[in-house]
């Protein structure tokens, strides 16, 4: 799967987890949705994305829940 559809991807999840009022809830959701769901080789191509500075549109909610919960996503 291309780098762009994953970041379009991950970016709707941020955009549904968005609306909850409890931040720490929201990023770990965003983490256990991408970890539930997408297969290890998505989840390790997303990953290696945003680490070579191509994820430059994702969202800054899906860039925090990455940052907090990256061992879980791993």
Do not use: Y
């Amino acid at each position: 799967m291309e780098a762009d559809n994953l970041i379009r991807m991950a970016n709707r999840i941020g955009d549904f987890f968005d609306a909850m009022p409890d931040r720490p809830e929201a990023l770990e959701g965003i983490a256990q949705h991408i970890k539930k769901f997408w297969e290890p080789r998505m989840r390790k191509q997303f990953l290696e994305a945003i680490d070579g500075g191509s994820a430059t549109e994702l969202h800054e909610i899906v860039r925090a829940a990455v940052d907090s919960h990256r061992t879980l996503l791993a």
